[in-house]
Structures are given as C-alpha cells and as structure tokens.
C-alpha cells in the first residue's frame, strides 16, 4: 500500500492524476516505498559484500602473523595458516556471491522501477490544461520525463552501492585499525570524517549549478525535436543555416551551463585528491617509522597501512560520488519542478460521468480572457438547440476558435456558465465531456502507428471491418488500398507519410466511427480537392443526423446551407440567423460575403466589422 502523500491545499491535482509529491526529497521516497522491500533485501546483500570485502586486508594480517610464528618448516606452513587461509577463502567467495547477488537484484529492479516512474509521470503530464502543453516543448517534456526515472534509480544506486558500501567500510576500517594502532586509527578516523562532511557542504552547493545544466540539455532537447518535426519546412524555406544557428544558439548557452557546474565540479575535486594524496603519503611514513621503532609488528604494521590507504581511498571516492549524486538529484529536481506542477483544468469532486442524449449548447454571461490585459468574451450569452447545425464565421481574431474551445473546455471561463442538455461542463468528468463531442480540426494530427490503428482511435473496440467501412464513408478506402501495407502502412511521426486531404479523411473516418452527439468541424474539408469534397460533403451531411453541429468557416459557401450562422467580431455576436436572412439584412455578414476572394475570408480584420457595414 502507497503512503499518501500531504500537499498544500493550494496544489490543485487532477483526481484521475497520480498523488506525485512537488519535492524531489518526497518524490523519491514515494516510488522507493513502493519497491520498499526490494530495497531491503539489496541493503541487506550490499552489508555483507562490504563487509566481506574490508575483511580481506584483516585475514591477510592473521596470515602473515601466523607465517611469522611458524617454526619455519615448508611442510607445517600450511597447517599454520589453515584457520586464516580459510578466512580469506570464505571472505573472498562472500565478496563475490553478495556482491553479485546485489547486481543482479539492481538489474531486475532498476528497469522496473524506471518504468513505474515514467508511467506516473506520464499519467501525470496527460492532465495538464491546453495551456501548459503548448507552451512547453515535446521534447523537452518527454527528456524530463526519461531524466526524472533514470534519476531517481541512479541516486538509489548511488546510495545503496556506494554511500552505504562506504560507511560500512569506514566503521569496520576503524575498528580494525584500532585493534592494530588506536593513535593512527584515531587520527585517520577524524580526518574521514572531515574530509567527508567538508565534501558534501561543498556538494550541495553545486546543486543549484547541476538543475541549471539539467534544464539547459532538456532544453536543447526539446529545440532539436522541434526543429527535426519542422525539418521539411526548414528545407522549403532554404532555412537549414538559420536552424543550425538557432542551435547553436541553445548549445552556447547549455555550454555555460554545464561548464559552471564542471568547473565548480572540478575544483571541489582538486581539493579531495590534494588532500587525500598528502594523507596517504603521511600515513605511510607514519606506519614505518612506527614499525622501524618496534611499536608495531610486521602484521600490523601490513594491516594497519592496508586499512589507513583504504579509508583515505573510499573517503575520497565517496566524496566525489557527492558530485554525480546531487547531479542525479538535479535531474530530478528539474522534471519534478517542471511536471508535477499543479493542473489548471481539474473535475470537481462531485464532476458525473453524462451522458448527452440531445446536445443542446448554452452561454450564460460568459466571460473569458486568455490574460487580465485583454478579454475576449464579455457577459456571452447564447443558445445552440439540440439538432442544430450551426456556423461560425468572424475574422481571425473574432472569438470563433475560442468559442470551441471553451465547449471543449480546453480553458474555464473566468465566469459565467456553459451548459450541455442541462449540465454545467465543469460538473461532468473531462473524459466523459470529450466522449460526446466529435472534433475534426483544419490540421488534423495523426499518431506514428497504422492507418488502421489511426481510425479505431475513434472506437478502439470497433472491428477491422467497421474501420474499413468508415474508411470508405470518408473516402479514405480507395488510396489506403493503393499503399502496399495497406490498412497496415505506418503514417510517419504526426502523419506526415500523408497529403494534407489524406490526414484529413483519415480524421473525418475516425470521427465517422466515433460517432458523438456533438460534432464541431473547424475547416474540415479545407484541405480537399472539390471533387472529393463535395463527395464527402455528403458523407458529413449523414453523419451530422441527429447530432449538435458547429462548423467554423473561412469558406462562406460551405455554410451556407445550415440551419443557423452566428458572425462574431471582437468576441461578441454581432448577427444571428440562416444565411438567406442575413444577406437579405445586408449587414456584418452580407459584407463578410461580397469581401470573399476565392471563397475565403481575408486575414486582416477590421477595427469594427459591425460599424463598418453601416456604409454598405
């Protein structure tokens, strides 16, 4: 059983998101509790191996002390030694099988682990609103993610295997050494331990310098990823130099990053070799002037020097490991403080699973605005009936594309209410709201996976033969057919194996088999030659029976024929009605319609598309 985790009333989570602690102190600990005894048992085998392998240096010493007691007849030597010799056997044998038998559970464990943590944070990342996505790199998400994982199993490896093979080493190295010569012992002991906490003090304050180099490669990642996504565009723009300085860019400034954190990295370990190899050779005079003046035995004098060069050796390498470990922590500091943020869009605790049956849309004094500076509805109120097809036509700018998104809750209004059959959205589950609506947008985006694969997104329990035949109600069947793999063929990373017309029927088929009470095209046929528009416009005109329909249109002419047009312009409604009575009232839309150049709007909007028709 998971420990909950305590986080501030003001951390907003999505119920369905994993209970991921904001500290990277508590997010390892979290996924730690959960292999917890795995853990043990690894600490348990690491104890040993350590503890075998500081022993080594203690049997030899009893081997040369019983060489040096020996009558000195080559045949009794072995009989002498026999207790010690085995000692050292068992020590050796010890030293292997647990250590080994630690790898081994590290190499079971790790992987594991590793892809618990990438679920969690996955799961996390997919409640995240529209807003943090798009203003964040894939890429860069994605590096967080497999950064954040690796991290965390790093920094328990680091700690097991290292960190507490250490200490053991340390506190059996001691006690040892005190057996042999409690002065040296003494004196070795202290001067670990100040070197180790010196270290470590020097350590956590490069931990601000390795969060700065983490984000700066996820960074790099993420332009990388942007810029290979975007590379056909680059080429067409004979912009493959700019891209390559756009990088360069990105990694001049990772550089100083990293190169902080290296330098800084660097002279801490300057200190501890300087340090530590003064020692060594101080501890080895020391020893022999003690042995040449007869304090010491041969035995001891071996042991006591063994065990003085490896705690000066582990305390140095464990001070370097500071280094890497608190890089680790940085790893995972940056995806915990970049991930596990709090979501934006959450269901309340009450939220229901509805179900539409009608799909009647209201406004009710709905205000929004993307950022306090600008508002883009004020005091919004209209009604969309069920069963009623209806067009969206404005500017660029007009509200038409927020209008959607705020039906599809991609952002909350900062007031205001948006009710489906009754319902206020915020009172349904997201997941349960975006069942019931259907979306093709202008620029459909297709997964890296099969044709096939693609449209059952829409009913992942649909047949291979209702696929097939959605395919063919969206005119998709016949150039599928042609492709050698088929139904099978992958489409490339966004569809990009694709034509735009082709992405497109492949959206309007998975659309076809989803089969939602709400559908909201944006453009949907724009990309299409009129041959197969006007086929397909058939097809749509079916699957739009008995369904709630909003249609956002730059084309007038695809609209025409609906039952109802609503013309914005600066984020209010300035007309409403069929299309034959808004020509006939020679207003916003009338003119919207005679500025049409090939069928499409123009991009520029006016100040005031409502005053500006009073001219006309």
Partial sequence: MTKKIKLSKSFQRAPNAPALPNTPFQFICYFVNQFRWWYVLMVILEVIHATCGIMLPYAIGEIIRSVTRSPGDSRQIFDTVSQPLMLFTALSIGEVVFGRSAGLLQTILHPIHRQQIVRSLYAYLQQHSHRYLSSSFAGALAHRISETSLGVTQTMQMLISEFMAVIIVYIVATILLYRAYPPLAAFVGLWAVLFISISFWLAT???????????????????????????????????LG??????????????????????????????????????KIGTLYYSLSLWSQGKIATADFVVATSLSLLIISEARNLSKRFLEFFEHIGNVANGVFTIVQPHELIDRDNAIAHSVTQGRIEFRRVNFSYSPEKKVFDNLSITIQAGERVGLVGFSGSGKSSFVNLILRLFDPQSGQILIDGVEIRDMTQEALH????????????????????????????????????????YAHDFIAQIKEGYDSLVGERGVKLSGGQRQRIAIARVILKDAPILILDEATSSLDSITEKAIQDTLDL???????????????????LDRILVFDQGRIVEDGTHAKLLA??????????MQAGGFLPVEASNNLETSTKSI
């Avoid at 790099?220 to 565009?233: C, E, R």
């Fill in 435 to 474: 069942s019931q609506i259907s979306l093709i947008p202008q620029d459909p985006s297709l997964f890296h996976r099969t044709l096939l694969e693609n449209i059952r997104y829409g009913d992942l329990d649909a047949t291979d033969t209702e696929v097939i035949e959605a395919a063919r109600k969206a």
């Fill in 585 to 594: 009232r020679r207003g916003a839309y009338y003119r919207l319609w005679k």
């Fill in 242 to 279: 700019f891209e390559r300085r756009y990088l360069n860019e990105q990694l001049r400034s990772e550089l100083k990053e990293v190169r902080k954190s290296n330098w800084y990295s660097e002279r801490i370990r300057w200190f501890q070799y300087i340090s530590s190899a003064i020692l």
């Fill in 543 to 561: 699957a739009m029976n008995g369904k709630t329909v909003i249609v956002v249109a730059h084309r007038l002419s695809t609209i025409s024929h």
């Fill in 205 to 239: 304050r490069c931990r601000i310098y390795s969060r700065k180099a983490a984000a700066a490669r996820s960074e790099t990642t993420g332009i990388i990823v942007d810029a290979v996504t975007n590379l056909t565009s680059s080429r067409l723009f004979a912009r």
